[in-house]
């Protein structure tokens, strides 16, 4: 398994969150450092954390690479980040939002990038989801990145008889690379620069989130899925 450089430098800095289990899902630091590996992040640009729970992924992206990032998410108390972000010394960089996915507060063409982390697919499989209101936010010329809990190839004979007792409703929503390629790529706004599997994707997962789900997984369905894609 690959080793995430960029987590480990700011190990000692992050270890109070590792600690306190401030992870919702997969291990988010290692996600986002695998995401931001396929994109160009550099000092000033605005930057959407879409789903940043408790904002850890938006602290890495201030520190790591000098954006302001506003940190958005429907759950977290957004004071309550807001003091994480004074703690980690990113105040200035990072800016708590509490909103929902369909009703967000910015203006059209404002951000340089958009990015999230384990949280996209619960809004995001609408098929209108993109074109009317998630990629109106982002400049001509912008970013997108998501990484997902996913497939690696779609059910085509319905969810195996094995993992039918560990799959929440709400799991629905996980699909292959492939198939979130063709959801974006065919709205003609942007290009998809990237949409793969995650090697050890599958690993990664089952060492955080879901173990009894991967465990019935005996066709090696799961895994993480990751894409870019820049505005037209």
Same mark, same amino acid.
């Given at each position: 398994m690959r080793k995430f450089e960029r987590c480990e430098k700011y190990y000692s800095e992050y270890k109070?969150?590792? +600690? +306190?289990?401030? %992870? !919702? &899902? @997969?291990?988010? %630091?290692? /996600?986002? +450092?695998? /995401?931001? +590996?396929? %994109?160009? !992040?550099? @000092? &000033?640009?605005?930057v959407l954390d879409m789903g940043c729970g408790m904002g850890l992924t938006s602290i890495f992206l201030a520190k790591e690479f000098g954006v302001t990032v506003f940190a958005n998410d429907l759950w977290i108390d957004p004071t309550d980040n807001y003091k994480r972000f004074v703690q980690m010394g990113v105040e200035d960089k990072v800016f708590p939002i509490r909103a929902e996915a369909h009703a967000l507060p910015y203006a059209n063409d404002f951000f340089d990038a958009a990015i999230s982390i384990d949280a996209y697919h619960y809004f995001g499989t609408d098929e209108i989801y993109l074109p009317i209101y998630y990629s109106k936010l982002v400049k001509q010329g912008g970013q997108f990145g998501i990484v997902s809990p996913g497939l690696s190839r779609e059910f085509d004979n319905g969810l195996p008889e094995a993992m039918k007792s560990h799959w929440d409703p709400d799991m629905y929503c996980f699909h292959s690379a492939k198939w979130w390629h063709n959801l974006w790529q065919k709205t003609g706004i942007v290009d998809v620069t990237h949409a793969n599997s995650i090697p050890d994707g599958k690993a990664l997962w089952n060492l955080t989130a879901d173990f009894d789900l991967h465990a019935a997984d005996f066709e090696n369905y799961l895994t993480l899925i990751s894409m870019t894609a820049i505005k037209k």
């Open positions: 109070t969150f590792f +600690e +306190e289990n401030k %992870m !919702l &899902g @997969p291990n988010a %630091m290692w /996600l986002i +450092e695998i /995401l931001c +590996e396929k %994109m160009d !992040l550099k @000092p &000033g640009m605005r």
